[in-house]
């Protein structure tokens, strides 16, 4: 199981997870995990995966690894809402794959939105 880090010292997820407005929310999460652990996180992020992906408000995730050997790895998923994550987070058997992971895995998930910027990106 991972051992859950938060990203931001003010608002948790926990905190994230109580907004109820109904608007898409980006999950980003990052994992740190050992060298030698790194074929049974991807085995275990993939099963997850899988699974979010059959979930209610699911849109698209996409997992990244840093570059160089590195064994830093970024989750970026679209969720339909906060409600949808919520409830697939939630879920007892989506809760029960956790144990999948390595105990070297760190994971830190955080909710995001987009932001418009003017002259550079759009919301």
């Known amino acids: 199981m991972p051992k859950f880090v938060e990203l931001d010292d003010a608002v948790t997820l926990h905190d994230q997870l109580n907004v ?3 608007e898409p929310v980006i999950l980003v999460n990052l994992f ?6 790194v074929d049974q996180l991807l085995r275990a992020w993939a099963d997850d995966a899988a699974f979010f992906k059959a979930q209610p408000g ?5 997992l990244h690894r840093g570059i160089a050997g590195s064994c830093t790895f ?3 998923a679209i969720w339909e809402s906060v ?3 919520r409830t697939a987070f939630g879920n007892p ?3 029960s794959k956790l144990a999948a992971y390595p105990s070297s895995a760190t994971a830190s ?3 995001f939105r987009k932001l418009a910027v003017a002259n550079i990106c759009v919301a």
Request: proline share 4%.
């Open 20 to 22: 109820s407005d109904g």
């Open 32 to 37: 740190h995990v050992a060298a030698q652990d």
């Open 58 to 62: 699911f849109i698209s995730t996409q």
């Open 74 to 76: 970024l989750n970026y």
């Open 83 to 85: 409600e949808a994550f």
């Open 93 to 95: 058997v989506f809760q």
């Open 109 to 111: 998930p955080h909710l």
